[in-house]
C-alpha cells in the first residue's frame, strides 16, 4: 500500500479550499505588483534628487535583489516553522505599513541631499543615498517571503507541487509586470512618487487585512492603527516641496512626469528658471524683458559663423532642438534671426507644457516653433527637412544618453543638415578632465570635417561645433568683424564672447558607435575624479 505524504493544512479539494487558494493567489498577485512598483519608485525617489544614471539603477536593482534573496530564504523556512494562514497575512499588513513609511522617512532625508547637492556637499549626498536605499531593507524583505509562504500554504500533496509553485510564481511574475508598467506610464504622472507609494502600500494593506479578517477578525482590527499612523505622518512629512527654493527665490511649479521631477522657480528679478530631477543644471530660463543670459545657451547662437566669411544671419533659415526644454534657445534664435521655422524635440510632454505655461513656449509668443514630445533620434529620423544649424542639449547632467552620441547619430544629423549646415553640442568637462569633450570630438570627426571648442566661462560646459563644410578658428573672428551694422545686438555680444572662448580641440582615441559608447563609465570616472581632487569646493563656487 502506498501512502502520500500529508501537508498540514491537506484537506480535501473541496469548494472551500479552492476558494481559500484563489485568494492566496489575489495575495501573491498583489504583492508581485507591489514589489516591483516599489522597486521602479525607488529608481524615481533617489532620481529626483541624485539622478537617473545607470550607477543609480544599478545600486536600485542590485539592493532589491539582494533584499528579496533574503526574503525567499527566510520565507521558506518561516513557512515550514508557521504554516499557518494568519502568520501570513500578518506578512502581508507589516510589509504594507512598513512599505508606505519609506517616502514618509526619506522625506526628510531626502530634502536634506536635496541641499547637499546643490552645495557641493559629496560626504552627506552620499550618506543620504545610502540611506535611503537602506529604508527599503525590511519590506522589500518581506515582500520577498511572500511567494514561497504561499506556495507552502497551497501545496497540498506533492503530486501537485511543481504545478502549483510554477502557478504561484507565474501569478506573481504577473503581477510583476503590471507593477512595472502601471506606476510609470499612469500612476506617477498623476499622483506623484509619494502619494504612489501610499497607493501601492494601501492595497496591499487592504489585501492582507481582508486575509485576516477572514481568519482571525481580532487580529484584523489590531492591525487599524497602522494606516492611522501613515495618515497622521502624511499629513506631517507630505507638506511643502522636496527641493527648497534657493534664496530669494520662490516655487511657482513642482510636478512629476513619466520622466522628470519638474520644478520652476522665479527670482526676485524676475527670472525663471527650469530645474530637473536633482537640480544640478538650469534647463531653461525666462525673463518677460531679455533673451540673453549670459550661459550656455547664448553660444548656441555661435555656430553658423564658422563658416567661411562673410556668412550673414539672413543665411540662417531654420533651426532644429534636440533637447528644446522649455524653449530658451528656441527663443533666443527667434529674437536674432526672426520667425524662422523651429523644430524642437523633447521628450518629455510635461516640460513642453510647463514651457507653454510659465516660458512662453507658445503659439502666441513662439508661433514659428512645432514642439515634438518624443526621443530625439526617433523624430529626427521621421523629419524631411534640411536645417541651418542642429543644436543638441537632451543631456541631464552630467550624463548624454548614449545614443545621442554615436557615429551613427551623427550621420543621422548631417542628413539633415544644409550645405553649410553646423551641428552644435553642449558637452560637460572639468577644469581638469576633458576626457568627455576629446572623445565626442573624435566621434564628430568621424562624420564632419571640421570641429570647433568654445568653454563657456565660469562653467564645466564645452560647445562642440561641427561643420558641413571644412572651416577654420578664424572664421569666427573675421565674421564677427564683417558682422553687419543692423545686426542684432545680442549676437555681436556672443560672437565676441565666442572669440574669446575659443580653445584648442584635442580628439582622443576614443570613438562612441552605436555597438560601443561608454558614456556613462567615462562620465563616473569623470565625476569620481573630480571630487577626490577637491572639485565640490570649485562646485559649490560656480552656484
Not at 564628430?444 to 564645466?460: E, G, I, K, T
Request: charged residues 15%; hydrophobic residues 45%; proline residues 6%.
Amino acid at each position: 500500500m502506498t501512502t502520500t505524504q500529508i501537508y498540514p493544512e491537506k484537506q480535501p479539494a473541496s469548494h472551500a479550499a479552492r476558494g481559500n487558494n484563489l485568494f492566496l493567489y489575489v495575495c501573491v498577485f498583489i504583492s508581485g505588483m507591489t514589489t516591483l512598483a516599489t522597486e521602479m519608485l525607488a529608481s524615481r525617489l533617489l532620481g529626483s534628487v541624485f539622478g537617473t544614471s545607470n550607477l543609480v539603477w544599478a545600486n536600485v536593482i542590485g539592493l532589491m535583489l539582494l533584499y528579496l534573496t533574503i526574503g525567499y530564504t527566510v520565507g521558506g523556512r518561516w513557512a515550514d516553522r508557521s504554516p499557518h494562514r494568519q502568520t501570513f497575512y500578518h506578512i502581508l499588513v507589516w510589509g504594507a505599513f512598513l512599505n508606505a513609511l519609506i517616502p514618509l522617512a526619506s522625506r526628510p532625508v531626502l530634502t536634506a541631499a536635496a541641499q547637499a547637492v546643490v552645495g557641493a556637499q559629496a560626504a552627506l549626498a552620499l550618506g543620504s543615498f545610502v540611506s535611503v536605499l537602506v529604508l527599503f531593507a525590511i519590506p522589500i524583505t518581506l515582500l520577498g517571503t511572500v511567494s514561497p509562504f504561499a506556495i507552502r500554504l497551497a501545496v497540498r500533496d506533492v503530486d501537485s507541487a511543481g504545478k502549483t509553485s510554477g502557478r504561484i510564481y507565474a501569478i506573481s511574475t504577473l503581477g510583476s509586470l503590471i507593477g512595472t508598467f502601471l506606476p510609470v506610464l499612469l500612476l506617477i504622472p498623476e499622483l506623484g512618487t509619494f502619494r504612489t507609494f501610499l497607493l501601492f502600500s494601501t492595497l496591499l494593506y487592504v489585501t492582507g487585512f481582508t486575509g485576516l479578517w477572514q481568519t482571525r477578525p481580532v487580529s484584523a482590527l489590531k492591525t487599524l492603527w497602522m494606516p492611522v499612523i501613515v495618515a497622521i505622518l502624511s499629513l506631517v512629512v507630505l507638506n511643502g516641496p522636496l527641493r527648497p527654493p534657493l534664496a530669494n527665490a520662490e516655487i511657482l511649479y513642482e510636478g512629476e512626469s513619466a520622466y522628470n521631477y519638474i520644478q520652476v522657480q522665479e527670482d526676485s528679478n524676475g527670472n525663471r528658471y527650469l530645474y530637473l530631477n536633482e537640480g544640478q543644471g538650469i534647463h531653461s530660463q525666462w525673463h518677460p524683458e531679455r533673451v540673453a543670459y549670459g550661459r550656455t545657451w547664448d553660444f548656441f547662437l555661435v555656430g553658423p559663423y564658422f563658416n567661411e566669411p562673410v556668412h550673414s544671419p539672413d543665411e540662417v533659415k531654420s533651426l532644429l532642438l534636440v533637447g528644446l526644454a522649455a524653449g530658451t534657445i528656441a527663443r533666443q534664435y527667434i529674437e536674432v534671426y526672426g520667425d524662422i521655422p523651429i523644430d524642437g524635440i523633447e521628450i518629455d510632454p510635461e516640460i513642453i507644457e510647463v514651457g507653454a505655461r510659465f516660458f512662453d513656449m507658445n503659439e502666441q509668443h513662439m508661433p514659428s516653433l512645432t514642439a515634438y514630445a518624443q526621443d530625439g533620434r526617433y523624430i529626427l529620423n521621421q523629419l524631411d527637412r534640411q536645417y541651418s544649424v542642429v543644436g543638441i542639449d537632451a543631456y541631464r547632467p552630467p550624463y548624454i544618453p548614449a545614443h545621442l552620441t554615436t557615429v551613427e547619430f551623427f550621420t543621422e544629423v548631417r542628413d539633415h543638415l544644409t550645405a553649410d549646415g553646423v551641428v552644435i553640442i553642449n558637452v560637460g568637462r572639468t577644469t581638469t578632465d576633458r576626457r568627455l569633450v576629446d572623445a565626442m570630438t573624435a566621434t564628430l570627426l568621424q562624420v564632419f570635417p571640421s570641429v570647433h571648442a568654445m568653454d563657456v566661462p565660469y562653467s564645466f560646459n564645452t560647445i562642440l561645433v561641427a561643420t558641413m563644410l571644412p572651416t577654420r578658428d578664424d572664421n569666427l573672428i573675421e565674421n564677427l568683424a564683417f558682422l553687419p551694422d543692423d545686426a542684432h545686438p545680442m549676437l555681436r555680444d556672443v560672437l565676441g564672447l565666442g572669440v574669446t572662448s575659443l580653445v584648442p580641440t584635442n580628439p582622443s582615441d576614443v570613438i562612441f558607435t552605436d555597438d560601443r559608447a561608454p558614456i556613462e563609465t567615462l562620465v563616473d570616472s569623470l565625476v569620481l575624479n573630480f571630487l577626490l581632487s577637491g572639485g565640490a569646493e570649485q562646485l559649490q563656487g560656480n552656484n
